[in-house]
């Protein structure tokens, strides 16, 4: 049985399978990157929640793990020469948990850069950008008087959704007809702006073809739906 004793956050989130992959996460955009991944690759690994709205990423046990305090992070006890490996940032997990596996990246050289750019434009530009179009919509930026910043990040929301609409033009997924993690990474977002933050109309969603198309096909797939609970709300 692996020992996890040297990492702080296991005194707080203890492993009942320390053998497995640890996940720290929340059903948010970002951590449901990750559980959805773990899903489609069928990577064995134990959820532990982690309330952001408590704050639970300030304290110092989360803070072991992931110095800046976000979700997701993993901890796998069969990392890289068979040493546990500690991991934040959901890009990085994304990319690092389909080369462990071998699942949800393209083999070929130039197509697997093709789709981890895709993957880091969405860390870089639709993941703030339309989080910050919800927080000035939908959360305290709502009652704000000066409309300015939501009717900046509605705009430039509005564009790059426009880019993943070209991208996907004569596509199924970003990278044709193979589903990867550069899909995976951007569900979770688009869903999010339709759904909870309810900005569609602020981005002409209903204009779009090919998006609305893609995401259908996306949240139909088995491991995405569950993938998008996990882990469970305490």
């Not at 134990?46 to 704050?55: F, K, L, S």
């Not at 110095?67 to 796998?76: E, F, Q, R, S, W």
């Not at 697997?112 to 860390?123: G, P, S």
């Amino acid at each position: 049985m692996a020992d996890l004793s040297m990492f702080p956050i296991t005194s707080r989130w203890p492993a009942k399978n320390p053998d497995i992959l640890q996940l720290y996460s929340a059903p948010t955009p970002n951590g449901v990157k990750v559980s959805i991944m773990l899903e489609e690759a069928g990577l064995p690994y134990e959820p532990h929640y982690i309330d952001i709205g408590q704050d639970e990423t300030w304290g110092p046990e989360y803070l072991s793990l992931n110095p800046n305090g976000k979700i997701p992070a993993i901890l796998d006890p069969g990392g890289p020469n068979g040493q546990p490996l500690a991991l934040f940032e959901s890009g990085a997990i994304l990319v690092y948990l389909a080369e462990k596996t071998g699942k949800l990246l393209p083999a070929d050289p130039a197509a697997r850069y093709e789709a981890i750019q895709w993957v880091m434009w969405q860390m870089g530009g639709m993941g703030p950008m339309f989080g910050q179009l919800g927080f000035f919509h939908k959360f305290a930026g709502k009652d704000y008087e000066d409309k300015r910043p939501r009717d900046r990040y509605a705009k430039e929301s509005a564009r790059l959704i426009r880019v993943l609409e070209t991208r996907l033009g004569g596509r199924d997924w970003i990278m044709g007809d193979e589903y990867t993690i550069a899909d995976i990474a951007m569900l979770g977002w688009v869903r999010n702006l339709i759904g909870f933050y309810g900005a569609g109309e602020l981005v002409q969603y209903d204009e779009l073809k090919h998006v609305p198309r893609w995401l259908e096909r996306g949240l139909a797939r088995p491991a995405v739906d569950r993938g998008l609970t996990i882990p469970a709300r305490s």
